[in-house]
């Protein structure tokens, strides 16, 4: 052999054996072929009947009574085999290995044995004497059964030890908060994630009733103290909360002391028998800052909200925007006949028109770009598509920008409700539901304004059509709710760009709070209201307790894994222009009357006389294609009295 040929063997041998070809080779072990499987518990089988077989006949008992040998040792191989394709023993992944694969084997096992006796029974009726020994069977069978049992184990031990030892420095150690049925199918989940993320070292009961007990072979803590020192005394980095049974509050208290101390917290949906392990590792997950609102899960009055929407052809302004795509997906699930989105947006209304196609709702999605400031646009699309019912959610939202552009607010914020709400009625639309904003209670900025005089007219178009008494009475209803977590242009997703870029976070003051809610629980809301609206109200809705944007700030800062102000700075930055430090749900003029949902209620506002407002808005849509910054606003602090600017160039005009 020349010296080419010997380098090229001892190079190929070499990367054979090489750590990364050996590991890859291990790990394809776990999913060898079937018949590679039944090979080994043939082997398994022969070894078990020779050991049985020695071990009589060194007793002088001997195990085969008759002269067959062969065919006695045949047919207890054929009978396994048989049984093992039966059972499907084979079928299992040996890493992988559980009790059920420890049932089937068994039971392969006994009917082997069962099997076997009864065919001694036989023969022995037939000749008088038995074909083998009965005991020696017995023995034969559990020892064929321990070895096929016993080389699973290993296998699946070796496999277990031989990855954790290779992972086990990069993952994260992880105590498991629960000891209940949910918590060890978390557990087992995460124990065969690939690729590893955890090391589960303990189960925290706090029920004080597991001391000294295991589960999985890992140890129960009981937790007599705060959980943080708990925690340290296994030297855990995070915990996940797989216990269904705490409470919101439990749960806060849970992820303060663990955000105190710079620990991680993750959390995981109640599991479902019918979820394998792979579903149950993909959801645990970081806890959101959407997970620490304090507020119950809303229970909507689906008959009634089907009623409004079933069958019925829905439009949906602001259809791309992040509140009107979420009112899109909530009102396909009620079967209407067809929805319109329209906005002006077009990449992300296509985008919204490709999802809406590939959730293969059965209602007709039509997309349409127009902007609801042009009347023959948006009357095109009443005259050919005949909506039934609209969810009004077309408007510039941002303080600061319309605050510098206040004709662009009026032009969009007004006159395109406007539009809609004229056109509603000479269409004969059955209910008109404005999404509107708590920035409109004593507005201090010309968005919320803008948002007030539009629900001023729509109150007040629906008080004239009642007393001319129309054939086509539209149900105007309002409905006004706070700020919106993950919405365009809400905190959270600011907060979580400025964390992922390392800072710093930008408050404008440190004393400022405002409520929440989520999209989908805003969304839930706009359609409850609109079903129960009879017109002419504004709801408003529970937005549960106020949060300080700093302490919001921090929180987020700490579940990304950073200590505030040290590794991520928290900056003050200064109020916004016609920016509050708090917003108001209800003008102080204002009470509210309860609905049969807890969580909406109606604002009691003082109702303007059509006419006027119709003139007075007339007028100022006028004013605002003049651009004339001052004399807008001007105007609309004579439609809405209470509306005074705070830190705004347009506090002069106030005096």
Sequence with gaps: MDTNKQNKIGDLLH??????NLRLSIHNLSYLPRWIIVAIDI???????????????????????TSHHYVYISG????????????RTYSGIIRHSSYIDAIKLLFSQMSVLVFFLFVNLLYELYSGHKAFLNTALFINIVLSFCGLFLYRVVVKQTFELYFSEKTSSKLIRTVIYGTDANAISVANALKFETPSRFKIVGFIDKNSQNASKRMLDLPILIQRKRLPALMRSVAAEGVIIADKSLTKDEQLVIVDQCLEFNYRVYTVPLISDWENQKEISQKVKNIQIEDLLERKPIVLDSKSISKQLKDKTILITGAAGSIGSEIVRQVAGFSPKAIIILDQAETPLHSLHLEMQAAGTNAKIHAVIADV???????RVFKNLQPQVVFHAAAYKHVPLMEENPSQAILTNIEGTKNLADLACKYGVKKFVMVSTDKAVNPSNVMGASKRIAEKYVQSLFLKNQKEENNYKTKFITTRFGNVLGSNGSVVPLFTKQ?????????????????????PEACQLVLEAGAMGNGGEIYIFDMGKPVKIIDLAKKMIKLAGFIPDKEIKIK????????????ELLNDNSKTL???????????EIQ???ENLHTEIDELIGIANFFDNDDIVSKMKKIVPEFKSMNSSFEVLDK
């Excluded at 207890?76 to 059972?87: E, G, S």
């Excluded at 964390?499 to 999209?519: C, L, S, W």
């Design 15 to 20: 990367n054979l054996l090489s750590p990364r």
């Design 373 to 379: 400031k042009s009347k023959q646009a948006i009357e």
């Design 76 to 87: 207890i191989i054929v009978t396994n085999i048989f049984f093992f394709w039966l059972f």
């Design 43 to 65: 082997l398994v089988i022969a070894f078990a009947f020779s050991f049985t077989y020695m071990l009589f006949e060194g007793t002088a008992m001997g195990y085969i009574i």
């Design 594 to 604: 309860p609905t049969y949902h807890n969580k909406i209620m109606i604002a009691q």
């Design 499 to 519: 964390i992922a870029e390392g800072g710093p976070v930008t408050i404008t003051h440190q004393d400022i709070i405002r409520y929440f809610m989520t999209i």
């Design 608 to 610: 303007d006389e059509y």
């Design 572 to 583: 003050i930055v200064g109020l916004r222009p016609g920016e509050k430090l708090y917003e």
